[in-house]
């Protein structure tokens, strides 16, 4: 069940979109609008799913997401979902050795994101 949910978003205008609809679904939400920020809600809120945004202005998402893997170790990991306008395979396959579980291509639309939530869910 997915409980708290860590947005890496510098775009305010995605980022309210992305938390509207999870408090519609109950679902606690910490904004990051930075990589380095992200690294610190990260470490202090545990959440079970982070939404990462790739281009951020100071760690890119794919650094981000080497270091919530490092940081975990061998605890159970974290889903961590991309959020990217640049969907083209070279991205994704450097998403996914980054240490992403997955990916929603950008413009992301409420329903997409619902679904997407209800699926980790299950």
């Known amino acids: 069940m997915i409980h708290r949910v860590l947005i890496v978003e510098d775009d305010s205008v995605v980022a309210d979109m992305v938390t509207d609809v999870l408090s519609a679904l109950n679902i606690e939400t910490f904004i990051a609008p930075s990589g380095q ?47 990217t306008a640049y969907a083209q395979s070279f991205f994704v396959s450097k998403g996914f050795e980054a240490g992403i579980d997955d990916y929603l291509s950008k413009p992301i639309l409420p329903q997409d994101l619902e679904d997407h939530v209800a699926t980790l869910a299950l």
Do not use: C, W
């Not at 610190?40 to 893997?69: C, K, M, T, W």
């Open 37 to 83: 920020a992200a690294l610190a809600l990260y470490s202090e809120h545990d959440p079970d799913l982070v939404l990462l945004d790739i281009a951020l202005p100071d760690l890119n998402g794919f650094e981000v997401a080497r270091q919530i893997r490092e940081k975990e170790g061998t605890t159970p990991r974290t889903h961590i979902t991309m959020m």
